[in-house]
């Protein structure tokens, strides 16, 4: 039986600044990355909005400095899922990959969330290539150009907002014949010149080249009629799905999935287990974000470990 100070579940921005904190604090952390390590910061390009890079760096370099980081400092970092928890009682009984079980002190849940994306075979094609999840990541790269965005909610009429913005011209893809998003938010979009609406429009395909993302086909869902539309990238904003299912037994979750803490800390309902990241973050989604609220949950579990 493997019993550990501070075990921190998820590899993204906010597992290992956990981890870079936890080491710095001496409370030996264990972390595991989970499936795709770097988590969602792996799935842009350049990010030229994160502090200290002049220049810019990819996602997977600010992810593997990040890591390399913590294990210089100290950290335990291990490729592993967990696939069931049991936090009634401390020490918190964590399964990972349904075999191993680690006994653990505190827990820090970083597991971030996943884009929802619309199934498409070229969506997995292009992602990186023109194809993306978040329009303040990869909005700059595509100034002067035109791109599409797909959601009829508040968040993908804030993206549609932001890359008019930036873009010459920007596609508003909504399934339905009205916006699902607030009074204003629908305002601003309508009234934004390059902003382009097409109703009851769903997407059949993302075209593209060796190059990258170079058009959509879409087909109208009252009409049947199918139209092909000529742009650089294409935005998703259909909603994120945070990864908090295995321990929601236990975890107190918004309606949407996301972990609450108590606001004024990383605490979640459990004495002795935080979350970071965007886990719990369902409005920022930023790298920044997530590995400053790790700061806050090592910080908040090397207390927890003096005082109990």
């Known amino acids: 039986m493997e019993t550990v100070n501070c075990l921190i579940v998820g590899g993204g921005p906010a597992g290992y600044t956990a981890a870079i904190y936890g080491a710095r604090a001496d409370i030996a952390p264990v972390v595991y990355e989970g499936l795709q390590p770097g988590g969602q910061l792996t799935t842009t390009t350049d990010i030229e909005n994160y502090p200290g890079f002049e220049n810019g760096i990819s996602g997977q370099g600010l992810v593997a400095a990040m890591r390399d980081q913590a294990v210089r400092l100290g ?3 291990n490729t592993g899922t967990v696939t069931s928890a049991d936090l009634s009682q401390r020490p918190f009984k964590v399964v990972i990959d349904g075999v191993k079980e680690i006994y653990a002190k505190t827990l820090i849940i970083a597991t971030g969330a996943t884009a929802k994306y619309l199934g498409l075979p070229s969506e997995t094609k292009y992602r990186g290539l023109g194809v993306s999840a978040c329009a303040t990541c990869d909005g700059f790269f595509y100034r002067k150009k035109t791109v599409a965005v797909v959601g009829g909610g508040d968040t993908a009429c804030e993206e549609a907002t932001y890359l008019a913005s930036l873009c010459n011209k920007v596609y508003l893809i909504v399934r339905r014949d009205v916006l699902r998003a607030s009074k204003a938010m629908q305002e601003r979009v309508l ?6 609406v097409l109703w009851n429009t769903n997407t059949k395909e993302i075209l593209g ?3 990258g993302v170079t058009g959509a086909a879409l087909v109208n869902s009252k009409t049947g009629e ?14 994120h799905h945070p ?8 975890i107190e979750t918004n309606s949407e999935g996301y972990i609450i803490t108590d606001g004024k ?6 004495p002795g287990v935080f979350a970071a990241g965007d886990v ?7 790298a920044i974000a997530a590995a400053g609220s790790g700061c806050r949950a090592a910080m908040d579990a090397e207390k927890f470990l003096q005082e109990n």
């Open 226 to 239: 199918e139209s092909q539309i000529k742009i650089h990238g294409f935005f998703l904003a259909i909603g």
């Open 209 to 211: 080249d060796e190059f």
């Open 280 to 286: 719990q973050d369902p409005t920022y989604r930023q």
């Open 243 to 250: 990864n908090s299912e295995v321990f929601k037994d236990y």
């Open 265 to 270: 800390s990383q605490k979640t309902n459990v």
């Open 191 to 196: 009234n934004t010149p390059n902003i382009e």
């Open 75 to 77: 950290a335990e970092i």
